[in-house]
């Protein structure tokens, strides 16, 4: 039996056609589907015939799969683009939106425990109370920017929607306003029934509410290491549990509302311009947020405060990193954002009125 | 009809194209090539490769070769003609051979005085 006839490589060097083929259709896979869609067709030819030469070597195929990779960043706005600058600001500017959401999450994980300690006791590190005020300020700034972020989205799709033209805005739409009301409705039944906040009359009271405390960390109590110990997560009560299952799907649907309208709608270059400088003045909360967080790693990571509500575990070490990433990631599409809204041109001019 | 039958936009456009391959980043240098080799006529992705292949001495693999590409074509320095092939071929557009023309230009003044001077200096005696 002859290599070809086994399916292996011809003597030639050549590969079957079937086998051929199947490779074509892999190496396609490294591009995203919207390039596969306009570029495929002949992409798949000039690899075929390629495929027919002797010797396409291991750098053949590397370059097609960092180019490919090339081309998945590029469409989520983490490197140069092809596409028209609008296009690429705003694929930019989602990435830069789900990088902080991302962050925040990590992020309001680690805040909520601290918050809802400092209810409780006073930490003997002043690094905790310096982490805890820096965590704050950012998550504060975070959420107002959050706020100013919307205004010109939720201004322009409403805009398209007078027009006639709100159908792609619908779900997305539909996506952010169910799962923030579904959010805060079941988040603040969660935490009424916990008595964690109530707060020692002696102790002292940190600068957040306990109501904010608790809230925090209702919305983030899914984020924990008892889903590796099934024993222990039985003991708590069906609602909660019940809870912790709804809650990442509610906060995926607002993320992915969030981001899809982001990528859909059509901004002014001046709102371009706007959101890209909303989103460096996220980046560097992100960065006072980590800084915040550092402190506290390093403050409680050396063991006097454990055994208490300020004690660092894995699930803080692992979002101290997911934060870290998200704030690198955040800062590569911000640098894209601002090239490409630079690159939309000058703001239209308002039209004459009527 | 070949691309090069095009009249070439001048002045303003030319002007306009300048530096234009140096936007295109990491792709300029395929750029100029894939131009260059579109400059006598429309060619499909292969036909592009094995063309380059035999006037400059460089193989583009296919990722950098449709990356330089999609570039152009976002650019508006080529076009996809309209085919029955499953290999659409690219020809060249009045902007892209502007501003080829260009760069081309800008080589051939570095090359002129890099040989101007090599002849004054580095003269075999």
Redesign the interface.
């Known amino acids: 039996m002859t290599a070809a006839a086994a399916g292996g490589q011809r003597p030639d060097g050549q590969e079957p056609a079937a086998r051929q083929a199947a490779r074509v259709r892999r190496l396609l896979l490294w591009y995203p589907r919207a390039w596969r869609d306009r570029y495929g067709e002949e992409f798949a030819e000039l690899l075929a015939a390629e495929l027919a030469e002797p010797g396409p070597s291991r750098r053949w195929t590397a370059n097609i799969a960092v180019t490919g990779l090339r081309s998945r960043l590029a469409g989520a706005g983490l490197a140069g683009h092809p596409l028209d600058p609008a296009a690429a600001a705003s694929a930019s500017l989602a990435t830069a939106a789900t990088c902080v959401a991302v962050s925040v999450l990590a992020g309001a994980t680690m805040w909520a425990q601290l918050a809802v300690g400092l209810q409780w006791t006073v930490p003997r590190d002043h690094g905790i109370t310096l982490a805890m005020g820096l965590m704050s300020g950012a998550l504060l700034l975070l959420a107002l920017l959050t706020v100013l972020a919307a205004v010109p989205a939720a201004w322009a799709a409403l805009a398209a929607a007078a027009r006639g033209h709100g159908r792609p805005f619908l779900w997305p739409g539909a996506m952010i306003v169910c799962g923030v009301a579904v959010l805060v409705t079941g988040g603040h039944h969660v935490e009424n029934g916990w008595p964690g906040t109530g707060g020692h009359l002696l102790a002292h009271q940190g600068v957040v509410p306990g109501g904010v405390a608790a809230f925090g960390w209702a919305a983030t109590m899914w984020i924990t290491t008892y889903w590796a110990h099934p024993a222990a997560l039985a003991a708590f009560p069906v609602t909660q549990i019940g809870w912790m299952l709804l809650s990442p799907a509610v906060i995926g649907c607002v993320v992915t509302g969030t981001v899809r309208l982001m990528r859909r709608v059509r901004l002014s270059a001046r709102a371009f311009r706007y959101e890209t400088w909303l989103a460096t003045v996220a980046w560097v909360a992100l960065a006072a947020f980590l800084a915040g967080a550092l402190s506290w790693l390093v403050s409680a990571g050396g063991g006097q405060e454990a055994g208490s509500l300020f004690r660092v575990g894995s699930i803080d070490r692992a979002g101290f990193a997911v934060l870290a990433g998200a704030m690198l990631c955040c800062a590569a599409a911000v640098r894209q954002a601002r090239a490409a809204a630079a690159a939309v041109g000058p703001a239209r001019p308002a039209a004459p009125p009527r | 009809m070949s691309t090069s039958d095009e009249p070439v936009t001048a002045g303003g456009a030319a002007a306009d194209a300048a530096g234009a391959l140096e936007t295109l980043?990491r792709s300029s240098g395929p750029a100029s090539l894939i131009l260059s080799s579109l400059a006598d006529g429309p060619k499909?992705?292969?036909a592009l490769?094995k063309d380059i292949e035999s006037f400059a001495g460089v193989r583009l693999?296919?990722?950098?070769?449709?990356?330089a590409?999609?570039?152009l074509?976002?650019h508006g320095m080529i076009q996809a003609v309209e085919s029955n092939d499953?290999?659409?071929p690219y020809r060249l557009t009045a902007t892209g051979a502007a501003a080829l023309s260009t760069y081309l230009e800008s080589q051939r003044t570095v090359a002129e005085v890099g040989l101007r001077r090599l002849a004054g200096s580095w003269a075999p005696t």
């Open positions: 980043g499909h992705g292969y490769t693999a296919p990722g950098t070769l449709y990356e590409l999609s570039r074509e976002s499953r290999r659409r």
